[in-house]
């Protein structure tokens, strides 16, 4: 059974830093493409950033270039959103995605496998 568990969430002001982790219980990490999601209240669920399995291929969503940096760890079968310059519009509730393919996905359907969420809201 493999399990992804999100932290790092928090309340923050704008322009303000967070470091959000996920680590994946099971399963085989170093085969997984990685990704994050969010969701914001009343909206559907947004592709943030993604990482392939050997870091080679890294993709992020329009409204977080520049700011977000995705990250992984092998050896500690983790992977991480540094999120700088927060916007009040990045908040959200933010998951992390494991997906069992050697591409990298920036849609949700190819995901396998997804943590329980972590909740960042960012005042202005």
């Known amino acids: 059974q493999v399990q992804l568990v999100e932290s790092g969430g928090g309340l923050v002001q704008a322009g303000d830093s967070l470091r959000l982790s996920c680590v994946v219980f099971g399963g085989t990490f170093g085969e997984y493409g990685m990704g994050w999601f969010r969701q914001a209240p009343g909206g559907g669920r947004e592709f943030v950033a993604a990482?392939?399995?050997?870091?080679?291929?890294?993709f992020y969503g329009d409204s977080v270039k520049g700011r977000f940096t995705i990250s992984r760890d092998n050896a500690k079968n983790s992977v991480y959103l540094q999120m700088n310059s927060l916007k009040p519009e990045d908040t959200a509730t933010y998951y992390c995605?494991?997906?069992?393919?050697?591409?990298?996905?920036?849609?949700?359907?190819?995901?396998?496998?997804w943590g329980q969420g972590t909740q960042v809201t960012v005042s202005s």
């Open positions: 995605a494991a997906a069992r393919s050697v591409l990298t996905h920036t849609s949700s359907g190819p995901y396998d496998y």
């Open positions: 990482i392939s399995w050997n870091t080679y291929r890294i």
